[in-house]
């Protein structure tokens, strides 16, 4: 097990003008689960590709343990990697597969067997161990990739989409068994997904990029509840959370006819009048006493069985903005509905408009 941290890591590809990491300074502690997340193109692949030493450094150092891996050739660094496509050898047993790398690296039969036997009872392998991968299912294929990294006894493990390829009930399943997994073996491991429903699930924490640039880095908690920018705001959480552009009025945010009482401080804080309020779904509701709060033309009601999500769209200020809100998945409005929603006002996030930055 070992420390990782990227030191003022840029990544510049030829032919680009902007660098796909630019400048990430990252600590991942001995032993911990780290998730990086990001839309496609974020340079969440890259950042774990130069971890590997698949990718080249342009500037600053990439340290695991206390030892400077930046010009390391991959099969040095005591890493292992789960590739999202598997990656197996379709000409040899599940065993033969598992134990590979160490037959490469001269390790004796005997250890070699013991080891692949302890990690194929670890993941459910056993039975497998003489078929070849063609005679797999999508997830065991997948639990075999993660034998084979397993058997190494690395320092670090790398997982890059590893779940993409799997139907959406075998995700849930195998992202659990990989969660408890890495916690049981406490091998300090970085996954890299574009689906913030696995990060928020399995991470201990997240770290967030959007072009190449570390936006917040935190547990899974922190990132939902005190998002740094309205980005982080707008990607963590499923479904979103509701962004509507507002305008400070007196001692008030307004979108439209929802008006939000806002502290001195914040109002103080914004670089103009103009703001961003963030709602999370669960903290929007329908309001049945004739209350104040933005008219709402429900479009579809997502029923989930105890829990629903309603989704509409309002006016506010002449621009069409859609919501989402979570409702009781027994008793709620129809489509073609429309609803005053009003939220929980404590809750509400306000962002600077021009920055993005929290303002609460």
Do not use: W
Request: net charge negative; with cysteine; glycine share 10%.
């Amino acid at each position: 097990m070992a420390t990782v941290m990227f030191d003022n890591v840029s990544r510049v590809y030829p032919g680009s003008t902007r660098p796909s990491v630019d400048s990430l300074d990252l600590d991942i502690g001995d032993g911990e689960f780290l998730v990086l997340v990001g839309p496609s193109g974020c340079g969440k692949s890259t950042t774990l590709r130069m971890l590997a030493g698949l990718e080249e450094i342009d500037e600053g150092r990439v340290i695991i343990g206390d030892r400077d891996v930046t010009d390391v050739a991959p099969k040095d660094r005591d890493i292992a990697m789960v590739f999202q496509n598997y990656a197996l050898y379709p000409h040899m047993t599940v065993a033969d597969n598992m134990g590979f790398a160490l037959k490469i690296a001269g390790v004796g039969k005997s250890e070699r067997d013991e080891r692949v036997r302890e990690a194929a009872r670890m993941l459910d392998l056993e039975e497998f161990l003489d078929r070849k991968p063609k005679a797999l299912s999508g997830g065991q294929r997948q639990r075999v990739a993660m034998g084979r990294a397993i058997v190494r006894q690395p320092q670090v493990f790398l997982m890059d989409e590893p779940l993409s390829n799997l139907d959406a009930k075998l995700r849930v399943q195998t992202r659990t068994q990989i969660a408890s997994l890495q916690r049981r073996l406490g091998v300090t491991t970085v996954y890299v997904t574009h689906d913030q429903t696995e990060a928020l699930t399995m991470g201990d924490r997240i770290a967030v990029l959007k072009e190449g640039v570390l936006q917040q880095i935190g547990t899974p908690r922190d990132l939902y509840e005190s998002p740094s920018n309205v980005f982080v705001a707008g990607f963590i959480g499923s479904p979103a959370m509701n962004l509507l552009p507002a305008v400070l009025a007196g001692e008030a945010g307004r979108a439209g006819s929802l008006e939000v009482p806002l502290e001195n401080a914040v109002r103080s804080a914004a670089s103009s009048n103009e703001v961003t309020l963030g709602i999370r779904p669960e903290d929007l509701h329908v309001v049945t006493d004739g209350g104040a709060g933005l008219s709402v033309e429900v479009d579809l009601v997502e029923e989930l069985g105890a829990d629903g999500y309603l989704y509409g769209h309002a006016d506010v200020d002449g621009e069409r903005t859609d919501l989402v809100a979570r409702v009781d998945g027994r008793i709620h409005p129809e489509a073609g509905d429309v609803v005053t929603l009003a939220p929980n006002a404590d809750r509400v996030h306000v962002f600077d408009r021009a920055s993005g930055a929290t303002l609460r």
